[in-house]
């Protein structure tokens, strides 16, 4: 049906087109396809409002959607042409950092799946989040293009004016189709500003931050170490905001809505607290349309439902008053009077304290619905974290534990794993991933086993071809691959794995040789102001550089760290992993979804009892899966207690006091920085903030033991089939259900 299309548009055979050309004739030959399709319609529709859509490559995703990507693939085969080849002409949108961006797109195919109305509203950057390339073992930071002159975005010709205190910008809006699969379709909503001028990027990521006309949708999340970056912050989150918010009105009055009855047009699905500022917008819309402030306030207060992503203090945004005077006046005016309406109504729950303005509380008081993204994590919510809110609003509380679509994290990512489970059970687990249940029923055949551990052993094969081909890296299939990748923090302890890195480099240099080679894979991005994160990169880069040098070690133990890891590299590297280090401090990591992605394609997890691996534990079972360290109730009594002492088990431990002594051993200096070294070592000794110390002993022992029973390869790959089937609970069709029952209500 493709090569039909070019003949009839252009006259040629697909065999005579370049690969550009191919490209460019498959984006327009799909979009026709979506456009085709008829959009999800119903009297009420959601918002999901975010700063972050990180929707990955599309071109797959939505051939599989329409349910012609092997009649494509075949077309091009026969031209000589493979699929993969065009698609990696096509350029990554960066509109994420992490996780909280992943799960909005997740939420866009699944709700565009289920046949729900659902746009996605954000932001246009041009650059996305940086591209990062390593110099001499450390970070750099470099502008990520993406927007060519043919791409997913379509021009809309609409547009918002938005009044800032000083000056008024002009929006264009841009559509990106989000197809369901087998469904009609949705739209992701992105709003830039007329008159960006890229060439104010100077070195690296720099660009003058105060020209807020000329920079204001260039970079998402620019660095906010100094305060022209904060302010920046406020700028553009005002501008999604407002456009958002002058979208669904106007939508809701076209559907028929006289503004009173909003609520039965329009729910606001609130992403973390950066959208925030649509509460006091949509109030400051209505009066001026002539509706009283109270009725106003109750009006938005129905349609806005706050999901919480993160229970680290630092991230929780507050604004200086001052700030949001200056950038939108009329807006903290509103927030004043919102304030007032509120003060005092709980301990430590008002909006403006101490000239500081707090968005969680803002959200909080102002939505119907406050939800938290795993089991633990509401928890931790409701009795610690939000304990002043819940007792005030304990209706408004509910959780929503995390999920991911399956059609990119299983039959894109990984197809040969896709054909045995069509094979056994059919096609009905595309869209109703409970139907994992009857590939369940084959974790006693040993043929399916072996098929798993082939297909395991032939997604090491593509990695390795694929980091050959991208940074010359050499991996081992026969080899256990064991996988850390997510943003780099100090929360997540990357550094603990490495601390097992350079204890098994020591063992393995006095003999202790492991039974099988391991491989050690990291990929993660590190905030470019995050010095510590920075200095964890140079950690494992070094290490990697001395293991690759390192005659004997090298024989038994190999580091890499893949840099600018995105959605198209995760594609890769999760069906190629055995382990799946998911090893936050207990209590801080709110869910996490790549733990979801690594066990749907059988991966074994080694974590903590942490955000969702509570959730992971509790549907595979203890026998397959490898939970270590303290509980969250135990960390956070820790914290209160203030008593926790690195130092303490630093001295009382010689195997631990070896491990982190080597971080400035004479071999990592002449590889490394000494500053950089030094500095992390120093922080792990004496400050330790998240506390890898104390879980490091527990760690050793559970790791070693997971690479122990990997031995047991029949075993191993029924443990692999069991959480493969588990992961069932873990679609984010469940999750987008469960919303919809409990919130929007579509
Ligand atoms: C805040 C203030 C100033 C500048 C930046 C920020 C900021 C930016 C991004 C704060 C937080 C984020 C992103 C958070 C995030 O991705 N959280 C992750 O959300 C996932 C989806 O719910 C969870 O699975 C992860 O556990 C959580 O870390």
């Not at 984006?27 to 026709?32: A, I, M, N, Q």
């Not at 006095?510 to 991005?525: D, E, N, Q, V, Y």
Request: net charge negative; glycine share 6%.
């Amino acid at each position: 049906m493709f090569a039909e299309y070019v003949k009839k548009t252009s006259g040629r055979e697909l065999s005579d087109l370049s690969h550009k050309e191919i490209y460019g004739n498959l984006l327009k030959f799909t979009g026709e396809k979506l456009n085709e399709r008829g959009l999800n319609t119903g009297k009420k529709k959601l918002y999901y409002v975010s700063a972050e859509f990180l929707i990955g490559k599309l071109l797959s995703a939505n051939l599989i959607n329409l349910g012609i990507y092997d009649i494509v693939d075949n077309e091009l085969k026969s031209a000589g042409v493979s699929l993969a080849e065009i698609e990696s002409l096509e350029p990554e949108p960066s509109l994420g950092n992490g996780g909280l961006g992943r799960l909005a797109a997740c939420f866009m195919d699944s709700a565009a799946t289920l046949g729900l109305p659902a746009d996605g509203v954000g932001l246009c950057y041009h650059c996305g989040l940086f591209r990062q390339k390593f110099k001499k073992n450390k970070q750099t930071e470099e502008p990520d293009y993406w927007i060519e002159d043919e791409s997913w975005l379509i021009p809309t010709g609409k547009g918002y004016s938005v009044k800032y205190g000083k000056f008024t910008l002009q929006s264009e809006l841009y559509d990106v189709a989000v197809s369901g699969y087998g469904s009609d379709c949705n739209r992701l909503r992105l709003f830039d500003v007329k008159g960006v001028d890229e060439n104010i990027i100077k070195e690296g990521i720099n660009f003058d931050k105060t020209e807020v006309d000329e920079n204001l949708t260039l970079f998402l999340y620019p660095d906010d170490s100094d305060d022209k970056g904060k302010k920046l912050r406020v700028y553009q989150q005002y501008f999604m905001v407002s456009n958002a918010a002058q979208l669904i009105i106007d939508e809701a009055i076209a559907n028929g809505s006289d503004l009173n009855n909003l609520p039965d047009f329009a729910v606001v699905q609130i992403n973390d607290t950066h959208p925030a500022m649509i509460i006091p917008e949509l109030v400051r819309i209505l009066t001026s349309k002539g509706i009283g402030f109270e009725k106003a306030v109750e009006t938005v207060q129905k349609m806005c439902a706050y999901t919480n992503h993160t229970i680290l203090a630092e991230a929780l945004e507050k604004w200086p008053v001052r700030y949001l005077e200056e950038a939108v006046p009329e807006i903290m005016d509103i927030i004043r009077k919102m304030d007032s309406l509120i003060k005092g109504k709980g301990e430590n729950t008002d909006i403006i304290q101490n000239d500081t303005v707090h968005m969680a509380h803002l959200a909080i008081h102002f939505s119907f619905s406050v939800n938290g993204v795993a089991a633990l994590h509401t928890e931790i919510l409701k009795n610690v974290e939000l304990k002043n809110f819940y007792d005030l609003y304990p209706d408004r509380f509910n959780n929503k534990t995390n999920g991911i679509t399956f059609r990119r994290w299983l039959i894109q990512a990984n197809p040969d794993l896709t054909e045995l489970i069509r094979r056994l059970t059919g096609d009905g687990f595309i869209s109703e991933a409970d139907r994992l249940k009857e590939f369940a029923m084959y974790e006693n055949d040993t043929d399916v086993l072996s098929a798993l551990m082939h297909i395991k052993r032939k997604n090491k094969l593509r990695l390795k071809e694929f980091l050959m081909a991208k940074e010359g890296i050499v991996l081992r299939e026969d080899s256990i691959f064991d996988v850390q990748a997510k943003r780099l923090h100090e929360y997540k302890r990357q550094q603990l794995n490495a601390l097992y890195i350079i204890k098994k480099y020591l063992d393995i240099k006095s003999g202790k040789l492991p039974k099988r080679h391991l491989t050690f894979i990291f990929a993660a991005k590190a905030a470019p102001a995050y010095t510590l994160a920075k200095d964890i990169i140079h950690l494992i880069l070094c290490l990697s550089e001395l293991i690759k040098s390192d005659p004997v070690a090298r024989e038994h133990m190999t580091v890499v760290m893949i840099e600018n890891y995105n959605v198209s590299v995760a594609e890769k590297l999760i069906p190629a992993c055995d382990i799946s280090e998911q090893i936050s401090l207990a209590s801080k990591e709110a869910s996490g979804t790549g733990n979801m992605k690594f066990m749907l394609n059988g991966a074994v997890t080694l974590g903590t009892s942490d955000g969702a691996n509570v959730e992971i534990a509790r549907e595979v079972g203890n026998n397959n899966i490898y939970i270590f360290g303290k509980s969250a109730d135990e960390v956070i009594a820790l914290y209160k207690s203030g008593r926790y002492n690195p130092r303490a088990i630093y001295s009382g431990n010689p195997y631990i006091k070896k491990a982190v002594d080597f971080i400035t051993d004479t071999k990592m200096l002449s590889i490394g920085d000494s500053t950089s070294l030094r500095r992390l070592q120093s922080e792990i000794i004496t400050k330790d903030w998240f506390m890898t110390l104390l879980d490091f002993e527990d760690y050793v022992k559970v790791k070693d033991k997971a690479i122990d029973d990997y031995e047991n390869r029949a075993d191993w790959a029924r443990k692999t089939l069991v959480n493969i089937s588990k992961a069932r609970y873990f679609s984010s069709d469940r999750t987008v259900s469960e919303y919809n029952k409990d919130i929007w209500k579509l």
